[in-house]
Nanobody, 120 residues
Framework: QVQLVESGGGLVQPGGSLRLSCAASGSIFSNNVMGWYRQAPGKQRELVAWITNGGNTYYVDSVKGRFTISRDRAKNTVYLQMNSLKPEDTAVYYC??????????????WGQGTLVTVSS
């Protein structure tokens, strides 16, 4: 059974930092690339960072150099360290496995997400 629990969001001023956490069930975490997605108001959900089983990391241009994704296998947890936050980073953030989403599409399970608001 897939379970994803995101936490760590909140209100932060521009230039500030937050660290998001995602506790994932073993079935989805162990053998998959894991990623962080975000959905801003009125926009589609987008993948912004992902990490392979080998620890290779990838980022979209809008967050490159500011966000860092990592994973702790012992805790089945994925993290997103977000620095130099901008108002355009405001969104609900979710974690998931891109391959799992591609396979299950509309049947894929998502967590509740964690809201990040960047505002002065």
């Amino acid at each position: 059974q897939v379970q994803l629990v995101e936490s760590g969001g909140g209100l932060v001023q521009p230039g500030g930092s937050l660290r998001l956490s995602c506790a994932a069930s073993g079935s989805i975490f162990s053998n998959n690339v894991m990623g962080w997605y975000r959905q801003a108001p009125g926009k589609q959900r987008e993948l912004v960072a992902w990490i392979t089983n080998g620890g290779n990391t990838y980022y979209v241009d809008s967050v490159k150099g500011r966000f860092t994704i990592s994973r702790d296998r012992a805790k089945n947890t994925v993290y997103l360290q977000m620095n130099s936050l901008k108002p355009e980073d405001t969104a609900v953030y979710y974690c998931n496995a891109p391959d799992y989403i591609a396979e299950y599409r509309n049947l894929a399970v998502w967590g509740q997400g964690t809201l990040v608001t960047v505002s002065s």
